[in-house]
Nanobody, 114 residues
Framework: VQLQVSGGGSVQAGGSLRLTCVASEISFSNNAGAWYCQFPGKQREPVALISSGGSTNYEDSVKGRFTISRDNAKNSIYLQMNSLKPEDTAVYYC?????????WGKGTQVTVSS
């Protein structure tokens, strides 16, 4: 199982970035997908989740700014990040859980400068 992540980078405050996570050997249409972030010295924490049924949940600080979505045909999930703030600076990870197994993509750095 592989979760291939792309789309991080550096942007000024107020800008936008879109993260992409492409899954192999698991299906996002059958399993929930999520984005986590990790701040320096902290544990990973959830940012946004999309269930297999398509319902979404967001951490309070990103509501109205970030959107998680899914493309079943491409077996991908996305995180559209708008109105970025310096406090959004973190490493972002794609995550899925299948049965009792947790799968993580490689982290991608998002840096927002003021």
């Amino acid at each position: 199982v592989q979760l291939q992540v792309s789309g991080g980078g550096s942007v000024q405050a107020g800008g936008s970035l879109r993260l992409t996570c492409v899954a192999s050997e698991i299906s996002f249409s059958n399993n929930a997908g999520a984005w986590y972030c990790q701040f320096p010295g902290k544990q990973r924490e959830p940012v946004a989740l999309i269930s297999s049924g398509g319902s979404t949940n967001y951490e309070d600080s990103v509501k109205g700014r970030f959107t998680i979505s899914r493309d079943n045909a491409k077996n991908s999930i996305y995180l559209q990040m708008n109105s970025l703030k310096p406090e959004d600076t973190a490493v972002y990870y794609c995550y899925s859980r299948v049965d009792i197994f947790d799968y993580w993509g490689k982290g991608t750095q998002v840096t927002v400068s003021s």
